[in-house]
């Protein structure tokens, strides 16, 4: 008999910690020291204390045990992050059209290589899954084949992906050029060939209204209203260059997000990444449309683009996803991503704690992408994907975690100095799927 015969379920026993929404939509942190959490075919099927469920522990489970200082939390979800960009991380010096002229358009043309493709769609899963992150909505290029590859490394995980190949017919090298009906050619046939198949989702990706002609944002409004269970992801005034960049290419609409909004592309399941430097119509489309915002500090302070004002996003009642948009932003650590969140919004007077933090990177997360039904908590009938703490995996760490009064205090601290190094285990839809060691040999993509 082989261990796979012998158990059916999973039993995870430890320090269980979630955030759920509280009075006023606050987030408040909820905390099960000695928890039990029991998983079948990769979904929660009993939370709650270990005294009441242990009788559910029989021969048929494997009982995994981790320690009081071992936090157990949701997996981490990121809202916008470019694939194709890793190579690119941390490169100085330029603000967001130069750097898309000087080494995100260089980077993404490589992408033709279907091979190149799947080294780093591997890669880029191995990466994810080192940080902790069990679900990312993610770009990939103009090439059919980076998506595809992408697809292939989450399906190999059993990964929750949204991804999306990018639109973009104009302003830009030949390269990475489209043509409207290409464009709406391999769009559809990777909506039919990968949306809904296991946890692969399909998100219609315009590039940014700049790079998409007329033509091409009809053909991504008419994908959506074809599909209407897709997502739609692009960017939104991220810098004043940009807008006025925008303005210059479509005098007839009323602002940037008026472009997208014409075309059909607002609503539900609509991401805008940075939208720094919206007007007051804007702000109240967004929240019209039910249209969602993903906040990427790391990125817009590398790039120098702006602050984004999470306290205004509330005000106007429109959903907010924390991204780590590498590879302007400069780690896949959504921590690291949580970390500058806390300085943007105390830079700019707003509270950000503990409890907002951690629920910015679960749960929240899952509510701006609509996934909130099947990620980001302990509940049962969700996906088990899931993420162990180690307060201890630094020597500071350590330090500081053991003089904290209390576990927000732990929490604040590990979001202010935690990396891959506090990922002890990574597991997605109930299988252990990276396991920090001590040492780990670097490998190459």
């Known amino acids: 008999m082989t261990m796979a015969d012998r158990y059916t379920r999973l039993a995870v026993r430890g ?36 005294q009441e ?57 490589r992408y033709k290589d279907r091979d190149h493709a799947r080294r780093m769609a591997r890669f880029f899963i191995r990466e994810l899954l080192k940080n902790g992150t069990t679900t990312a909505m993610v770009f990939c290029t ?47 046939e990777l909506i039919e060939t990968y949306h809904g ?8 990706t315009p590039r940014f209204a700049p790079t998409s002609s007329p033509e091409e944002l009809e053909i991504a409004g008419r994908l959506r209203a074809e599909f209407p269970q897709t997502w739609l992801q692009t960017h939104l005034a991220e810098t ?20 997208y909004h014409h075309h059909g592309l607002t609503g539900e399941r609509c991401v805008f990444a940075h939208c720094l430097y919206l007007e007051d119509a804007e702000w109240r489309l967004l929240h019209a449309t039910g249209s969602t915002i993903a906040w990427c500090p790391t990125s817009n302070c590398f790039l120098g683009s702006g602050l984004f004002d999470p306290g205004r996003a509330g005000d106007e009642g429109i959903g907010l996803g924390l991204a780590s948009d590498v590879g302007g932003g400069t780690s896949l650590s959504m ?64 330090m500081r975690c053991s003089v904290a009064d209390s576990l927000e205090e732990q929490l604040f601290a590990l979001l202010l100095l935690g990396d891959d190094r506090v990922i002890r285990h990574t597991w997605v839809n109930g299988s252990l799927v990276h396991e920090r060691t001590e040492a780990p040999c670097p490998r190459r993509p």
């Open 197 to 204: 198949r296991g946890r692969l989702l399909y998100a219609v």
């Open 53 to 109: 469920g242990r009788t559910q522990v029989d021969e048929h489970c494997e009982l995994i045990c981790y320690e009081r200082e071992q936090l157990i939390v949701p997996g981490f979800i990121d809202t916008h992050v470019h694939y194709p960009q890793l190579e690119i991380i941390a490169s100085h010096g330029a603000r967001l059209l130069e750097w898309l002229q000087r080494y995100t358009f260089p980077a993404e043309m």
């Open 15 to 50: 320090h269980f910690v979630q955030t759920r929404a509280g009075q006023g939509d606050s987030p408040v942190i909820l905390a099960e020291e000695d928890g039990l959490m029991l998983v079948e075919s990769g979904r929660i099927t009993w939370f709650g204390p270990w």
């Open 335 to 398: 921590l690291r991503t949580a970390a500058e969140a806390y300085q943007v919004a105390h830079l700019q007077n707003q509270p950000f704690d503990a409890a907002e933090g951690l629920f910015r990177l679960t749960l929240g997360n899952a509510r701006a992408l609509g996934l909130d039904h099947l990620l980001g908590s302990f509940e049962a009938g969700k996906e088990a994907d899931f993420v162990v703490l180690d307060t201890r995996a630094t020597e500071l760490m350590a």
């Open 142 to 188: 103009v090439h059919p084949g980076s998506v595809e590859a992408l697809f292939a490394a989450a399906g190999d995980a059993a990964m929750r992906i949204i991804a999306g190949k990018v639109l973009m017919d104009r302003h830009g090298p030949p390269e990475l050029l489209d043509t409207p009906e290409t464009g709406y050619a391999q769009s559809r």
């Open 240 to 259: 004043p260059e940009e807008v006025a960049w925008v303005r210059e290419l479509f005098p007839e609409r009323a602002g940037y997000l008026d472009v």
